[in-house]
């Protein structure tokens, strides 16, 4: 059995045409050709669980402080990584997720960014 999707509940604060995509422990979220949150609920490393958001570096410090709940990752492996991370643990997830999806729902410049399997998706 597919497991639910985690904060399905932010649905209703993303754009219509959203397109979601499950993996393993994760869907990836789609809108106006970027790939723009990943939600991740595992067991595994739940460090890591809550809502990827896909930024760039040069973002990260407004996106911060428009919503100080989001954090850099904290990874083992040297590893560039240029997604942030609203952790589902912060005592006000559901407040800043909902905020992370208006940005997303404004089109918002700082979140999303368009790879070839975004791209192709929506196609031209």
């Known amino acids: 059995m597919k497991k639910p999707m985690p904060y399905d509940f932010l649905l209703d604060y993303l754009p219509a045409g959203v397109i979601v995509k499950p993996a393993i422990g994760m869907f990836y979220i789609y809108f106006d050709k970027k790939i723009v949150?990943?939600?991740?609920?595992?067991?595994?490393?739940?460090?890591?669980?809550?809502?990827?958001?896909?930024?760039?570096?040069?973002?990260?410090?407004?996106?911060?402080?428009?919503?100080?709940?989001?954090?850099?990752?904290?990874?083992?492996?040297?590893?560039?990584?240029?997604?942030?991370?609203?952790?589902?643990?912060?005592?006000?997830?559901?407040?800043?997720?909902?905020?992370?999806?208006?940005?997303?729902?404004?089109?918002?410049?700082r979140v999303g960014k368009v790879t070839p399997t975004s791209a192709a998706m929506f196609g031209h």
């Open 37 to 109: 949150l990943i939600f991740r609920k595992t067991g595994k490393n739940p460090q890591h669980n809550g809502i990827w958001i896909s930024t760039k570096r040069e973002d990260h410090a407004s996106l911060k402080a428009e919503i100080p709940a989001i954090t850099d990752f904290v990874l083992d492996e040297a590893f560039d990584m240029a997604w942030l991370l609203l952790s589902d643990s912060h005592d006000n997830f559901e407040s800043a997720a909902i905020q992370l999806c208006e940005l997303v729902s404004r089109k918002d410049k």
